[in-house]
């Protein structure tokens, strides 16, 4: 299988994320089967999540736990 890794740069703050094309909601949560529908969803490794969904509670931290950022692949597969 030939698979691709294509670097995604995101501004990743605490009400949105934004990259070059586009601009959401900063929640991220993984979905527990594959949706029916595909709006806001993102695929990545056999999983799918919900972007744009309910954010965390602000945090003086955001690097104290990875709770902030465990659920948003580094990564994604092309």
Same mark, same amino acid.
């Given at each position: 299988?030939?698979?691709?890794?294509?670097?995604?740069?995101?501004?990743?703050g605490w009400s949105?994320?934004?990259?070059?094309?586009?601009?959401?909601?900063?929640?991220?949560?993984?979905? =527990?089967?594959e949706p029916m #529908?595909? &709006? %806001?969803?993102?695929?990545?490794?056999?999983? +799918?999540?919900?972007?744009? =969904?309910?954010?965390?509670? #602000?945090? &003086? %931290?955001?690097?104290?736990?990875?709770?902030? +950022?465990?659920?948003?692949?580094?990564?994604?597969?092309?």
């Open positions: 299988m030939d698979e691709k890794v294509i670097p995604l740069g995101i501004d990743h949105h994320i934004k990259t070059c094309n586009s601009c959401f909601v900063s929640g991220v949560a993984e979905l =527990g089967s #529908v595909y &709006e %806001n969803i993102l695929e990545y490794n056999g999983k +799918y999540y919900r972007i744009g =969904g309910e954010r965390l509670k #602000v945090q &003086e %931290n955001k690097v104290c736990n990875e709770n902030y +950022y465990s659920n948003f692949p580094s990564k994604i597969r092309a």
